[in-house]
């Protein structure tokens, strides 16, 4: 009877090891464990949503910073609450032409993540006919190479007056920086907004040790 009975629990522990493993594909057992034991798992290397700002700011020591060119008193690029019942914080871009308006990262470490992949949400409200004097370029440069641009608009982004979110193709190298452009015609009305920057990369499988 004990032989029996010990049989029955031993069963039993064996199928709900199997439930609880059904529950809990190898994927998810594996995302909820700390980055370094999760080779191949996506990471977010970093963020700006702008959330921890203040309205007015042009730059963040060590994450980011802005920079214009071009006259005009009504030059704004900087950091703004759209909505006012629940404020959300964006990077806000408008300016008189000629004007150009530049956000930069600082240098992001690449050196422990793989197939980097830049993704920014844009938004739009251009009505300027002909709109040739408004655009939008997104870049990145790696390493000491020169600027890449991976998107690029003229005038308005559809659907208009609506975030879209923008990603980058894959990117190597041991550092990256992030780069936005952004002209306007109209300081009064025209604008970009931007929020949610995000570098995510991919953690590298070990490297096999060499059997001896």
């Not at 709900?16 to 994927?27: E, G, I, Q, R």
């Not at 703004?80 to 019942?85: D, I, P, Q, T, V």
């Not at 609506?162 to 990603?167: A, C, D, E, L």
Request: aromatic letters at 10%; proline letters at 8%.
């Amino acid at each position: 009877m004990l032989t029996a009975w010990f049989c029955l629990m031993k069963r039993k522990l064996y199928f709900a090891m199997l439930v609880h493993l059904s529950l809990f594909p190898p994927a998810v057992l594996c995302a909820g464990s700390p980055p370094s034991d999760c080779p191949g798992q996506t990471e977010i290397i970093f963020r700006e949503d702008f959330q921890s700002c203040v309205i007015g700011q042009t730059n963040r020591p060590g994450y980011w910073t802005t920079s214009t060119e071009g006259p005009g008193k009504n030059i704004r690029w900087e950091v703004a609450s759209m909505g006012a019942l629940e404020p959300v914080m964006v990077l806000l871009a408008r300016g008189d032409h000629p004007w150009r308006g530049e956000w930069r990262s600082e240098p992001i470490d690449l050196s422990s993540s793989g197939d980097a992949e830049i993704s920014i949400e844009v938004y739009s409200d251009i009505y300027s006919k002909p709109d040739d004097n408004c655009y939008v370029h997104l870049f990145y440069q790696t390493d000491t190479g020169d600027p890449v641009v991976w998107f690029s608009q003229t005038g308005d982004i559809y659907p208009r007056q609506t975030f879209v979110r923008k990603s980058s193709p894959l990117i190597d190298g041991k550092s990256l920086t992030v780069i936005i452009r952004v002209s306007t015609e109209l300081a009064m009305g025209e604008e970009y907004l931007f929020r949610d920057i995000r570098v995510t990369g991919t953690r590298p499988d070990p490297t096999p040790v060499p059997e001896e």
